[in-house]
């Protein structure tokens, strides 16, 4: 489907947007994706029904860029860390500039002073597209599985 290279570079990306986003570094978070790209979380049960209702929709980097803003400036919230573990991805389908993957995915939280949480579990579905600038995500559904999340989904999964 794809060769060693490209298959390196779609690893990096995923294992790179874990790194941004545990790290805290918001302003590169939107980077990640391209300018008219779509960013889904999605409860299974939603998913599976295909019904349109998401716990969080995005569908430009305009407005990830204003979530940033958001997090960094007017969200008040308990501070937390959170540490992603992804599995490898599978590619579902490829052409020459186009992929479609899916991965799973757990979110650890930790606030201060309190044990660390299993906070989010579910896949990640993703288009991919390859621009100059390397591997972008058109299309990022972060469908968990949970039918119950905590009430402060603030940073993205």
Same mark, same amino acid.
């Given at each position: 489907?794809?060769?060693?290279?490209?298959?390196?570079?779609?690893?990096?990306?995923?294992?790179?947007?874990?790194?941004? #986003?545990?790290?805290?570094?918001?302003?590169?978070?939107?980077?990640?994706?391209?300018?008219?790209?779509?960013?889904?979380?999605?409860?299974?049960?939603?998913?599976?029904?295909?019904?349109?209702?998401?716990?969080?929709?995005?569908?430009?980097?305009?407005?990830?860029?204003?979530?940033?803003?958001?997090?960094?400036?007017?969200?008040?919230?308990?501070?937390?860390?959170?540490?992603?573990?992804?599995?490898?991805?599978?590619?579902?389908?490829?052409?020459?500039?186009?992929?479609?993957?899916?991965?799973?995915?757990?979110?650890?939280?930790?606030?201060?002073?309190?044990?660390?949480?299993?906070?989010?579990?579910?896949?990640?579905?993703?288009?991919?597209?390859?621009?100059?600038?390397?591997?972008?995500? #058109?299309?990022?559904?972060?469908?968990?599985?949970?039918?119950?999340?905590?009430?402060?989904?603030?940073?993205?999964?």
């Amino acid at each position: 489907m794809v060769d060693f290279q490209t298959y390196h570079s779609l690893v990096r990306l995923y294992t790179d947007y874990a790194a941004v #986003v545990d790290a805290g570094q918001w302003q590169r978070w939107p980077e990640f994706f391209t300018d008219d790209c779509v960013y889904r979380i999605v409860p299974r049960e939603n998913h599976e029904r295909g019904f349109p209702l998401a716990t969080l929709a995005f569908e430009s980097k305009a407005m990830l860029q204003d979530r940033v803003y958001a997090i960094s400036e007017t969200i008040f919230h308990d501070p937390y860390y959170q540490h992603h573990v992804i599995g490898a991805p599978r590619i579902l389908s490829a052409d020459g500039r186009k992929i479609e993957s899916e991965a799973s995915y757990a979110v650890f939280r930790t606030k201060p002073s309190q044990p660390t949480t299993v906070f989010n579990v579910g896949r990640y579905l993703d288009v991919i597209e390859q621009t100059p600038q390397g591997l972008k995500f #058109v299309s990022r559904q972060c469908v968990f599985d949970s039918e119950l999340i905590p009430n402060s989904l603030i940073y993205p999964l």
